[in-house]
């Protein structure tokens, strides 16, 4: 018999969430299924029973995956079968990873594997908001040292209230998302984006969100000990000399912190210096210990360098290069800085440079989403890359890594919310990293917009980012300094990472990753005023470089004009396999495209000149413009017969040119009129018919009338009455009924 274990949480809304373990996936160190209404999410948690050799850091690798079963939905591809992971599975990888991570044991180095897998969802609840709460589920109910539980909610502001974990109905109507992962004590990280709020609304759904927190850390707690797995493994994973690490710190404190006090802004240089430290303590072993010792010694010195930068800015408020803890690096920016791309420009902060660049293109460049459940088309991307020589490392570039498409999606972020509505191009920004030394999703921010507002884009506002770090002491006397514009070395020895992006007038997207516990809402509070303040200044250096969007493009931007036409017009302009709309590319040069939105149908026309355009449009207007009585055209013959002509006087439009409309003269026949097929000539549309829509084409009233034409006079008819009455018209055989043939059967 199987022994199960379930939990039932109830969301604000009234909602249930159901933990349930010991039926699935039992062989895995910790294996949670849940569920909320139709969508069912499997975690599992394994790890190595040993560390592995020489390893010193937890390498955990957490993944989210899809199933496009759980949908209802066949993979695309040849192969039917799921492939690498989409960008939307890697973010939500990120976000689960960047809270489990933090709280595993520092001396815990055993291989880790966090999988969690969506088997069944129905496209009304949002399950990346769940991932968190399964993985943490799944180790709670494992034996593996874990400082958690923990869980992620999605909080969102619709109509000025506070939803947890929103359906993507309810998600379209929301002013401020925001994903936000905490324990039951602390917030570890947030990431989200919103239109234009203040610091204290973000932090009252920060508040919000960690309520929900609490409620479903509380279930998990509840459910390990149920199962019994409140005790955790034992582990050794490292094997330590305590002797040697009090050395290490006694000879190396003071020239560490030495140097940390110079406030040198070269990295290169507090790198090579720091370590020379750690080098020379080396070299001072004796010999035959140093192949064994160096190991723990670089370990010990790690620790060393970090309290050293750490004391030397909560006691002295000086900074690893020199500066005050609200202060921003210095700033230059340039754009129109390559003459190809639609825009450009480039943004250094410091030692951290971003070139960005902005392509603007037609509806035919639109990004194509085809995830499990979230489909559609973007016309708004930016890319992010990072390559090894912005860091000065000798090593080849790979492809895309999963930093790149985080950093990359939180600069998306920052930036689409103040894109202009109904802009007519589909946009790519480009940001290329070439120096990092801290906040480079921060440049890549400033340097899109920059670039954006070069290549003619009327940005709603312009945005500027700024990432926030904190040095905290939790000892008898509590001191903590925040920190702005914060380095790398900062980022790593610090407690905290504050990613923040927006406008003068509110904050537009944010990311944070906290390192410690016990970490405020005042401390959050202080981090996110003295972000504004850090905003606002390089806001002005913004203003500064380019006051507002270039007038006019640039002339190699292909022009794009934009029409609407009925909707039972569409099949015209497409025509037959797209036979008529591939002509008129070919015809004018131009691009064209065409949707139906709101029962019209919405044509875009894209080329590099205005020619082209017009000859486009000329084109289409030809199909799309109905006839009028009166009006005159030019036509083609298409088809002479003895009664007339049938002339094409518009695409896919064909009219009677009767013998009498010729010409004045009387006509005894159509050689008379010397017309032949594929002959052009100009036509008046005389009538339509009312009842069977035909068209009667006249060119002789184009033509002056002869002095003294009379018209012929018309055939006299004879009258009804002289017709005798259908009863009394005698039969072809006389009075003799018909013979009929029998049927055949």
């Known amino acids: 018999?199987?022994?199960?274990?379930?939990?039932?949480?109830?969301?604000?809304?009234?909602?249930?969430?159901?933990?349930?373990?010991?039926?699935?996936?039992?062989?895995?160190?910790?294996?949670?299924?849940?569920?909320?209404?139709?969508?069912?999410?499997?975690?599992?948690?394994?790890?190595?029973?040993?560390?592995?050799?020489?390893?010193?850091?937890?390498?955990?690798?957490?993944?989210?995956?899809?199933?496009?079963?759980?949908?209802?939905?066949?993979?695309?591809?040849?192969?039917?079968?799921?492939?690498?992971?989409?960008?939307?599975?890697?973010?939500?990888?990120?976000?689960?990873?960047?809270?489990?991570?933090?709280?595993?044991?520092?001396?815990?180095?055993?291989?880790?594997?966090?999988?969690?897998?969506?088997?069944?969802?129905?496209?009304?609840?949002?399950?990346?908001?769940?991932?968190?709460?399964?993985?943490?589920?799944?180790?709670?109910?494992?034996?593996?040292?874990?400082?958690?539980?923990?869980?992620?909610?999605?909080?969102?502001?619709?109509?000025?209230?506070?939803?947890?974990?929103?359906?993507?109905?309810?998600?379209?109507?929301?002013?401020?998302?925001?994903?936000?992962?905490?324990?039951?004590?602390?917030?570890?990280?947030?990431?989200?984006?919103?239109?234009?709020?203040?610091?204290?609304?973000?932090?009252?759904?920060?508040?919000?969100?960690?309520?929900?927190?609490?409620?479903?850390?509380?279930?998990?707690?509840?459910?390990?000990?149920?199962?019994?797995?409140?005790?955790?493994?034992?582990?050794?994973?490292?094997?330590?000399?305590?002797?040697?690490?009090?050395?290490?710190?006694?000879?190396?404190?003071?020239?560490?912190?030495?140097?940390?006090?110079?406030?040198?802004?070269?990295?290169?240089?507090?790198?090579?210096?720091?370590?020379a430290i750690c080098e020379d303590y080396i070299a001072s072993l004796p010999e035959e210990e140093r192949d064994e010792k160096a190991p723990l010694v670089k370990r010990y010195y790690h620790d060393v360098e970090k309290e050293a930068m750490r004391r030397c800015v909560l006691d002295e408020g000086v900074r690893l290069d020199g500066r005050k803890t609200n202060e921003i690096r210095p700033i230059w920016a340039e754009v129109d800085y390559i003459p190809g791309p639609h825009g450009s420009a480039v943004f250094t902060r410091g030692e951290t440079q971003a070139l960005a660049t902005v392509t603007l293109g037609t509806k035919l460049d639109e990004k194509i989403v085809d995830d499990v459940i979230n489909q559609g088309r973007e016309r708004f991307l930016l890319h992010y890359n990072f390559p090894p020589f912005s860091t000065g490392e000798a090593r080849p570039t790979r492809g895309v890594g999963r930093r790149e498409i985080g950093h990359g999606n939180l600069a998306h972020r920052a930036l689409k919310r103040m894109f202009p509505d109904d802009f007519p191009y589909v946009c790519r920004i480009v940001s290329d990293i070439l120096e990092s030394n801290g906040s480079s999703s921060m440049a890549t921010v400033c340097a899109g917009t920059l670039s954006l507002l070069d290549a003619g884009v009327k940005m709603k506002k312009p945005v500027a980012g700024i990432a926030m770090g904190l040095i905290t002491d939790t000892g008898a006397n509590p001191k903590y300094a925040v920190l702005s514009d914060i380095l790398g070395d900062e980022d790593h020895l610090g407690d905290m990472d504050f990613k923040v992006t927006g406008t003068r007038d509110g904050i537009t997207a944010t990311q944070m990753d906290i390192k410690v516990d016990g970490l405020s809402y005042e401390v959050l509070e202080r981090a996110l005023n003295q972000a504004r303040d850090g905003r606002l200044h390089i806001l002005d250096i913004i203003e500064q470089t380019i006051p507002a969007a270039r007038e006019d493009y640039k002339p190699n931007v292909p022009r794009i004009v934009t029409m609407t036409i009925p909707k039972e017009l569409i099949g015209a302009v497409i025509g037959p396999g797209g036979k008529v709309i591939q002509g008129i590319q070919e015809a004018s040069g131009a691009t064209v495209s065409i949707d139906e939105i709101d029962d019209h149908g919405y044509i875009e026309v894209a080329a590099p000149n205005k020619d082209a355009i017009d000859r486009a449009l000329s084109l289409i207007n030809a199909i799309v413009e109905l006839p009028e009585e009166g009006k005159t055209y030019t036509g083609k013959v298409r088809s002479i017969l003895d009664f007339g002509a049938f002339v094409e006087f518009m695409p896919n439009r064909d009219g009677l040119l009767h013998i009498s409309e010729i010409s004045w003269d009387r006509l005894p026949d159509m050689a008379a009129s010397g017309l032949k097929e594929g002959d052009e000539l100009q036509v008046k549309l005389i009538e339509i018919d009312k009842k069977s829509g035909k068209y009667r084409l006249s060119m002789r009233a184009l033509l002056p009338k002869p002095e003294g034409y009379v018209a012929p006079a018309d055939r006299p008819r004879r009258e009804r009455s002289d017709r005798p009455e259908r009863s009394d018209r005698p039969r072809r055989d006389g009075d003799a009924p018909r013979d009929r043939r029998p049927r055949r059967q």
């Open 1 to 275: 018999m199987l022994k199960t274990f379930k939990k039932t949480i109830a969301l604000p809304d009234g909602r249930e969430i159901t933990l349930e373990t010991g039926k699935l996936a039992k062989q895995a160190d910790g294996a949670v299924e849940l569920r909320m209404g139709n969508t069912m999410i499997l975690a599992t948690v394994v790890t190595a029973k040993e560390a592995g050799e020489g390893v010193d850091f937890m390498p955990l690798q957490v993944e989210y995956k899809e199933k496009f079963s759980s949908f209802g939905r066949f993979p695309g591809g040849f192969l039917k079968r799921e492939g690498r992971a989409s960008d939307y599975e890697i973010l939500t990888s990120r976000l689960v990873d960047r809270v489990l991570r933090p709280l595993f044991p520092d001396n815990y180095h055993a291989d880790t594997f966090v999988n969690v897998t969506l088997y069944s969802t129905d496209g009304v609840d949002m399950p990346d908001a769940l991932a968190g709460l399964a993985a943490s589920a799944a180790l709670a109910v494992s034996d593996i040292p874990f400082d958690g539980p923990i869980s992620e909610v999605r909080v969102a502001r619709i109509d000025g209230q506070f939803v947890i974990d929103p359906t993507f109905e309810q998600l379209e109507r929301a002013d401020m998302e925001l994903m936000v992962g905490a324990t039951y004590d602390n917030i570890m990280m947030v990431e989200g984006e919103m239109d234009e709020v203040s610091e204290a609304d973000l932090l009252a759904a920060l508040r919000a969100a960690h309520d929900a927190i609490r409620v479903q850390c509380k279930a998990q707690m509840e459910l390990a000990e149920e199962v019994g797995s409140t005790v955790k493994r034992e582990y050794c994973h490292e094997v330590n000399d305590e002797a040697l690490r009090a050395d290490v710190r006694e000879k190396c404190y003071d020239r560490a912190y030495a140097i940390a006090k110079t406030g040198s802004a070269d990295k290169h240089w507090r790198a090579e210096s720091f370590d």
